[in-house]
């Protein structure tokens, strides 16, 4: 299936952790986004990748760190977890850098107890 | 300037009603208006989506309807079905690679 998946689904960790998010899509986008949804539902851009570059960068904490090793994989690293890090993170693709057209993963649940 | 503003937060409309979601926005430079849906455990799904050069889109029970003078744009969904009762999210962008979305209206069809 065509589509944009991330792992875990669910993530449950202890505060002062490390822990990694990865995502793939095989639709061949070439820019790739993790965004924030909280306990609100309000989704809040992260970061965005355009074939590996990084493009957007919003006011992040710099415990979260986004690698893409290629322009199908987007990874989300965070350290030093916090219990304000809970969470559903979502990855998401389009094609070309304009933010049209966007397709969300499943999400992760990152729990920080 | 970057805010799209979103209303009702909720809405319940009775099976086989019309479901109207709102949605003000003030950047000039935005371009592109989607609507996404988003079921509970799922991640958004693109459902519909206008450019400003038209005033209204519909694609089956789900129409945009868009007023570029007053800067709002609004989904309505005919024969509302319990099936459709989920999370909607408008967004807007241009100008620059940011998708901004509203704070989402939660629908809620009864049978």
């Known amino acids: 299936d065509t589509a944009v998946s991330q792992t875990p689904k669910y993530l449950v960790t202890q505060m002062g952790n490390d822990k990694s998010i990865k995502c793939e899509q095989n639709l061949g986008h070439d820019t790739m986004y993790w965004y924030k949804q909280d306990s609100k539902k309000f989704l809040k851009i992260m970061f965005s990748?355009?074939?590996?570059?990084?493009?957007i960068n919003e006011t992040v904490p710099n415990r979260f760190s986004p690698k893409s090793p290629d322009k199908a994989h987007l990874n989300l690293h965070i350290n030093s977890l916090e219990l304000g890090d809970s969470a559903v993170y979502f990855c998401?693709?389009?094609?070309?850098?304009?933010?049209?057209?966007?397709?969300f993963g499943p999400g992760t649940r990152l729990t920080v107890t | 300037q970057q805010q799209v503003k979103q209303s009702p937060q909720s809405l319940i409309v009775q099976k086989g009603g019309i479901s109207i979601i709102n949605c003000a926005y003030e950047n000039t430079a935005f371009d592109y208006f989607p609507w996404y849906q988003q079921f509970p455990g799922k991640g958004p799904a693109l459902l519909i989506a206008?450019?400003?050069?038209?005033s209204e889109k519909k694609e089956g029970r789900f129409t945009i309807s868009f007023n570029k003078s007053a800067k709002q744009f609004s989904l309505h969904i005919m024969d509302s079905q319990p099936g459709d009762s989920a999370t909607y999210f408008c967004?807007?962008?241009?100008?620059?690679?940011?998708?901004?979305f509203g704070k989402g209206t939660k629908l809620t069809v009864n049978p």
């Open positions: 990748y355009n074939n590996k570059e990084l493009i």
């Open positions: 998401a693709s389009s094609q070309g850098r304009t933010g049209v057209e966007q397709y």
């Open positions: 967004a807007a962008t241009g100008g620059s690679e940011k998708l901004v």
């Open positions: 206008i450019r400003p050069d038209v």
